[in-house]
């Protein structure tokens, strides 16, 4: 019962996003991104519910989404922690900062934690070469990282709540 009360509370927000545009094609990206802000992710239900308001195929919705890297299907954890794994932040050594996040949350990039706490992605580029290599805990970026400085990030987050 309560998952229905969910569901139609997550289906009375998409549809205030989606009454904000008009029913136009070139609407989906602006609409995909508040449903992305929304929720930190877009859900399968949304994904309908754009389809049906923009009669756009749902496969064409999937294709937008799964191409820009900035959405996802998956709902993303408390704490997303990205690593830069472009030029100048992998040749710095950011691999190894990847190797030892999945390590010691004993998930792989794109998943979450069973307790929804942490999830892990890999980024090709955060813009900020000059302090590679870089990772960022949901907006806060931090630059010249070492395993070490990465441990002590971590077991601060692994600390709060």
């Known amino acids: 019962m309560e998952k229905n009360c969910v569901e139609e509370k997550g289906t009375k927000e998409v549809k205030e996003i989606l009454e904000k545009y008009k029913k136009?094609?070139?609407n989906l990206i602006q609409i995909l991104n508040e449903i992305q802000e929304k929720y930190g992710y877009i859900p399968k239900q949304a994904q309908i519910e754009v389809s049906e308001y923009l009669s756009i195929p749902m496969a064409e919705i999937?294709?937008?989404?799964?191409f820009y890297s900035r959405f996802t299907l998956e709902p993303k954890g408390k704490y997303n922690i990205s690593v830069c794994l472009g030029t100048a932040c992998f040749v710095k050594g950011s691999q190894a900062l990847l190797d030892r996040l999945k390590e010691r949350l004993k998930i792989e990039e794109?998943?979450?934690?069973?307790?929804?706490?942490f999830s892990i992605d890999a980024t090709r580029c955060v813009g900020a070469c000059g302090l590679a290599p870089v990772f960022?805990?949901?907006?806060?970026?931090?630059?010249k990282a070492t395993v070490k400085k990465l441990?002590?990030?971590?077991?601060k987050y692994m600390n709060q709540d």
């Open 24 to 26: 136009d094609k070139s």
């Open 62 to 66: 999937y294709g937008v989404i799964t």
């Open 136 to 143: 960022t805990v949901n907006d806060e970026v931090y630059g």
């Open 110 to 117: 794109g998943q979450t934690t069973a307790d929804g706490k």
């Open 151 to 155: 441990d002590e990030v971590l077991d």
